[in-house]
């Protein structure tokens, strides 16, 4: 399978974003232009095994992290996402999201494995 780049880029994007950095920062600290990072970031350019793991480490975050939308078992990536994207959520707001995502689980099932579609 390969590497969505797009999807890996959207992902740095957000890390680098989450941890209040500037694309020029992170250039920097791994030792790339601006315009590198840029190119990343929008899926036209592909970093190295090596820059992704720069990024990883200046980002604190993991190389599946960025990957995941590339890599079929990354279970738990979703679920820390799941479980960020829930943190400061109240209990009407916890009870509804399990709601949907019950649903939502039922739906997928019902309907089959949608990831052999085009």
């Known amino acids: 399978m390969p590497v969505n780049s797009k999807a890996m880029g959207r992902r740095i994007k957000a ?3 989450k941890a209040s950095m500037t694309q020029a920062r992170l250039a920097e600290e791994i030792g ?3 315009v590198h990072i840029s190119n990343m ?3 036209t350019g592909n970093p190295s095994l090596a ?5 990883a480490n ?7 992290e960025l990957l995941c939308d590339s890599v079929i078992c990354c279970k738990p990536v979703y679920e820390k996402e799941i479980l ?6 109240d209990d009407y707001e916890i009870r509804i999201l399990s ?3 019950k649903a939502a689980k039922m739906a997928l099932r019902e309907n089959g494995d949608l ?4």
């Open 15 to 17: 890390a680098r974003k």
């Open 32 to 34: 790339m232009s601006e």
């Open 41 to 43: 970031e929008s899926g």
């Open 51 to 55: 820059t992704l793991v720069d990024i």
């Open 58 to 64: 200046v980002l604190s975050v993991s190389t599946d």
């Open 84 to 89: 960020e994207t829930t943190a400061d959520c």
């Open 99 to 101: 709601y949907i995502l």
């Open 115 to 118: 990831r052999r579609l085009p």
